[in-house]
């Protein structure tokens, strides 16, 4: 099974620990697939520094496919990361360097994949068609999304994820119900630690979270998106699909950053950056 995660890719930068961690939706993916047992790639774009470099060398550990990745001449993608309490609160990004538009090359090379996965930290929502020419799409459109902006996308996605940690039950059903409605294959929304939906053909199947005290739960979402695609593409059913993601998840909540490899760097230095970019731009808070 072969799967490319095609987009964001980022630094998170934990203030409170002077240490910075590679992530991103689509990087986190195409991670998690690999430890799966799939050929997985990256098709993005790093900074030349300390982080980008940091964040390929994790890649080429974890035995990920860095052929369609880049390497630009400009600071990585960041996003700074600090505890408020018990919640985990990012207080602000710089993606610049990370978005790309998809060129010729890119889109036929995605052709070699069973899989592309994407999210909507990414610049891909729009040419989501053109791919789905090329394989099958996953994409993950977070908690801030518009139905009326995802429906047009749904008749051509193999796997539309949601995060429904906001949602009640009855409305996180509904949102999979509407998904398979506008033409999905599998939809998946995922809630935390009240486990995930996911539905198909066969109809919506819940999946309990697993009963496990989180370290880090960054980059637990990407996880079990990539143990659907990978449990679906290798034949497995639903049932044991889910239970394999749901594992895998529970797994990655168990280190620290997304799926570690972290370094050190000068935290000082950025609260110092922050503050001053704060008296001349606005920047807004985002909880975790």
Known sequence: ??????????????????????????????????????????????GDDAAGRQIMRALQAEHVDTSLTRVAQAPNASADVEL?????????????????????????????????????AGTLLPRVPEI???????????SRFDLAEVEPYLPHLHLATFSGGHLADA??????????DGGAELVLVTRGA?????????GVR?????????????????AFIAGVLVGIGTGRGIRATLVAASAQAAQACQVDGAFDYGIPFDAAAAREHATSRDSTHENRTVEA
């Open 1 to 46: 099974m072969r799967l490319l995660g095609a987009g964001d890719n980022v630094a998170d930068r934990y203030l409170h620990r002077a240490m910075q961690y590679p992530g991103g939706n689509a990087l986190n993916v195409a991670v998690f697939a690999a430890r799966l047992g799939a050929h997985a790639g990256y098709l993005g774009v790093l």
């Open 84 to 120: 408020q309490g018990n919640d985990r609160v990012f207080l602000r990004s710089d993606r610049s360097t990370a978005l790309f538009e998809l060129d010729d090359e890119q889109l036929a090379a995605m052709a070699d994949y069973d899989v592309v996965h994407s999210g909507y």
């Open 132 to 142: 789905a020419e090329h394989a099958k799409v996953s994409f993950d459109f977070g």
């Open 171 to 180: 409305e996180a059903q509904e949102l999979v119900k509407r998904g398979l």
């Open 194 to 202: 009240e486990g995930a939906y996911l539905g198909s053909s066969e």
């Open 206 to 222: 819940h999946q309990h979270g697993e009963a496990i005290v989180a370290r880090d739960t960054l980059g637990a979402g990407d």
